[in-house]
């Protein structure tokens, strides 16, 4: 983009080949149009502005960071055209509420914090888009959200704090869930995890209090990482595949989590299951080596058998459980007393 040279045009200051809208300067306070041969929005060219609704021109492909930010806008529809929206764009668009694509929409690139705090309540994002970007719809008022097969990376904190949200069904290309991307949303009640998934990160759940299950995760997924899914106090049971790691406090105050069938290969971390109230059962595989610190802390625990291939318990893996003193937990070598 060429600002260095510009011109005044209705209200519009205008790259002087007239393909980039770089800022405007009047005062409408209902609806403005953008004319044809635009091609570009340059960044703050309508922030903070007071108009209601914007026709944006087929010819646009790009707009810039924080074009729209903190507008009057109350709809909006995106052209086909158009492939990037940047960083911030209608950022804390306080009365946005309508946002729709064109038929046969190119975009691909969502930016950070794009629609960040905006009452949107439902979005169908088109197929084509790649790359969501973190914080994209955090604290939005979103009830559903329909995510492209296309999509290929969703930024941390995408969906923090929807808590309307009810539903997601994440794309297969999806590798990642990043951290805090649904952390806080706590109406949410059912997750479809994608078939390729490797790692949820941190926080990528705490505190949906909503989530039922039970939780299935696909035989792709290798790691769960701290405080996951903390604090989920609905899910009763959850489904684990093979040679899973569990992070520091992955589960921690699951309440409602009943029972536990933990799968060959899995690695515990400390405080996994700590404080999962409901959990009075859980089967250890063979394959256990170690159950570490506080793992179980105050859970519901009443009967464990524990492998003869676990070496070794950590001081406090079942502290404040209400296991019996003679149960077979007893006879496997500990840190220091399991039981308080």
Do not use: W
């Amino acid at each position: 983009m060429n600002t260095h040279s510009t011109i005044i045009v209705n209200d519009a200051i205008l790259s002087s080949d007239l393909h980039t809208y770089v800022k405007y300067i009047g005062s409408a306070t209902d609806y403005l149009e953008i004319p044809e041969g635009i091609e570009e929005i340059a960044s703050h060219a309508f922030e903070n502005t007071k108009f209601k609704y914007v026709t944006l021109p087929d010819t646009l492909k790009f707009i810039g960071n924080h074009a729209f930010s903190g507008s009057g806008l109350k709809g909006i529809n995106i052209p086909r055209n158009v492939r990037h929206i940047g960083l911030d764009c209608f950022n804390k668009n306080l009365n946005l509420e309508d946002v729709s694509f064109a038929e046969d929409a190119k975009l691909a690139y969502l930016g950070n914090y794009s629609f960040h705090g905006c009452p949107l309540k439902s979005i169908d994002l088109p197929e084509g888009l790649e790359f969501l970007g973190e914080n994209a719809f955090s604290n939005t008022s979103l009830e559903s959200i329909n995510l492209p097969t296309t999509l290929k990376h969703i930024g941390q904190n995408a969906f923090f704090g929807c808590d309307h949200l009810t539903y997601l069904n994440i794309p297969d290309n999806i590798k990642i869930l990043n951290n805090h991307i649904c952390c806080n949303c706590v109406s949410l009640e059912y997750i479809s995890f994608p078939r390729n998934l490797v790692v949820i990160d941190d926080n990528a759940f705490t505190n949906c209090h909503a989530l039922k299950g039970p939780i299935s995760f696909p035989d792709t997924l290798q790691e769960i990482r701290k405080h996951a899914f903390s604090g989920c106090k609905q899910i009763e049971d959850v489904i684990l595949p093979k040679n899973i790691l569990l992070g520091l406090n992955a589960f921690n105050n699951c309440t409602n989590l009943k029972e536990l069938e933990l799968p060959e290969g899995v690695i515990l971390s400390p405080y996994a299951f700590a404080n999962c109230t409901s959990l009075s059962k859980v089967t250890f595989p063979e394959s256990l080596s170690t159950i570490p610190h506080c793992c179980f802390l105050n859970a519901g625990v009443e009967t464990v058998q524990i492998p003869e291939t676990v070496a070794h318990i950590s001081d406090m893996a079942f502290d404040g459980c209400p296991m019996p003193q003679d149960n077979e937990v007893s006879e496997v070598p500990v840190e220091d007393e399991l039981l308080s």
